[in-house]
Nanobody, 120 residues
Framework: QVQLVESGGGLVQAGGSLRLSCAASGTIFRINAMGWYRQAPGNERELIARITSGGSTNYADSVKGRFTISRDNAKNTVHLQMNSLKPEDTAIYSC??????????????WGQGTQVTVSS
């Protein structure tokens, strides 16, 4: 079994920073792409940042220049550094990963989500 566990959410004032982390554990053979999604109340879930196993990244326009995604392949973790936070960044943030398990099944996994609230 595979689990993704996020940490680092919380309450921050506008203009502040937060760093989210997501650790994958379990029967992992290899992790391919990893990403961060967010969903605000009344909105659809959106992909905000993605990183491949080779380190290539892409970002949603709404966070480009403010958020940075990174990963540590040795520790099976992905991070999201969020700077210059705005109230509209308030949402539940979830990590996602394409994981090849030790039984050689490629499956998409989700973390449980962590709340980020930005006050004005």
């Amino acid at each position: 079994q595979v689990q993704l566990v996020e940490s680092g959410g919380g309450l921050v004032q506008a203009g502040g920073s937060l760093r989210l982390s997501c650790a994958a554990s379990g029967t992992i053979f290899r992790i391919n792409a990893m990403g961060w999604y967010r969903q605000a109340p009344g909105n659809e879930r959106e992909l905000i940042a993605r990183i491949t196993s080779g380190g290539s990244t892409n970002y949603a326009d709404s966070v480009k220049g403010r958020f940075t995604i990174s990963r540590d392949n040795a520790k099976n973790t992905v991070h999201l550094q969020m700077n210059s936070l705005k109230p509209e960044d308030t949402a539940i943030y979830s990590c996602n990963a394409d994981i090849l398990t030790t039984s050689f099944r490629l499956t998409n996994y989700w973390g449980q989500g962590t709340q980020v609230t930005v006050s004005s």
